[in-house]
């Protein structure tokens, strides 16, 4: 053997030894784990490839949304039933979701089942007591239910908690009109007018009250 043949050997066998050596490490990616994103949507490649990313995957909407969806198509119909139904199997899937409680106190009111809607609206507040629009809603229940001064009640915490929307002064001042309680439903009135200029209805209770000798 030659120098120049030895050299080509020695070589050669450094070459295999660091070929051996590095494919039986685990410094080399490996298929399937070549690059764990940290988040969705991260580049693969890096920028020179903008085409090799994840994309993000479509949102299927959820068995709630979807029956959320169904109860409001049917309420913007009139289809009072059919929300109903809907709002019942939304309620199978979580019995103690507040948007599923409200809507379905707000369905029971329109059917006239009182005594229902009072129920889901209690459950709502029991999850938030500081929902003035529940308590809103709660109050004209218990109005039609005959319990004056309960509605009265959450009346005027509806008023507490957002005082600056006008439709808790108008359903306020109408519960207190029907109890004959004129004066104080004018100032409501009112309020409601002063707040939304829009609610006519409140405009015509003022004309209507106002100037004429009020005896509560």
């Known amino acids: 053997m030659t120098f120049f043949q030895l050299i080509l050997f020695i070589s050669a066998m450094v070459i295999f030894y660091l070929f051996f050596k590095k494919l039986f490490s685990?410094?080399?990616p490996k298929r399937g784990v070549d690059f764990e994103a940290r988040h969705s949507d991260e580049p693969i490649g890096g920028v020179s490839r903008p085409d090799k990313i994840f994309s993000?995957?479509?949102?299927?909407?959820?068995?709630?949304?979807?029956?959320?969806?169904?109860?409001?198509?049917?309420?913007?119909?009139?289809n009072f039933a059919e929300a109903k139904k809907?709002?019942?199997s939304a309620l199978i899937v979580d019995r103690e979701n507040?948007?599923?409680?409200?809507?379905?106190?707000?369905?029971?009111?329109?059917?006239?089942d009182y005594a229902g809607a009072k129920e889901s609206y209690l459950k709502v507040l029991q999850s938030n007591?500081?929902?003035?629009?529940?308590?809103?809603?709660?109050?004209?229940?218990?109005?039609?239910?005959?319990?004056?001064?309960?509605?009265?009640?959450?009346?005027r915490r509806s008023i507490e908690l957002d005082p600056g929307y006008a439709?808790?002064?108008?359903?306020?001042?109408n519960t207190l009109y029907d109890l004959?309680?004129?004066?104080?439903?004018?100032?409501?009135?009112?309020?409601?007018?002063?707040?939304?200029?829009?609610?006519?209805e409140?405009?015509?209770?003022?004309d209507k009250l106002d100037g004429v000798s009020i005896h509560d």
């Open 26 to 28: 685990e410094d080399y």
């Open 56 to 78: 993000r995957p479509a949102v299927k909407s959820s068995r709630l949304e979807q029956l959320f969806v169904i109860a409001d198509e049917s309420v913007q119909k009139g």
């Open 86 to 88: 809907a709002l019942q």
């Open 98 to 112: 507040q948007d599923v409680l409200s809507r379905y106190g707000y369905v029971l009111n329109a059917m006239g």
């Open 129 to 155: 007591s500081n929902d003035d629009m529940t308590h809103g809603a709660l109050a004209n229940v218990l109005h039609k239910l005959e319990d004056d001064e309960g509605a009265l009640v959450h009346h």
């Open 167 to 173: 439709p808790h002064y108008f359903n306020f001042a």
């Open 180 to 200: 004959d309680r004129k004066s104080e439903a004018l100032e409501s009135y009112k309020k409601a007018y002063e707040i939304d200029s829009e609610i006519t």
């Open 202 to 206: 409140a405009k015509e209770m003022i």
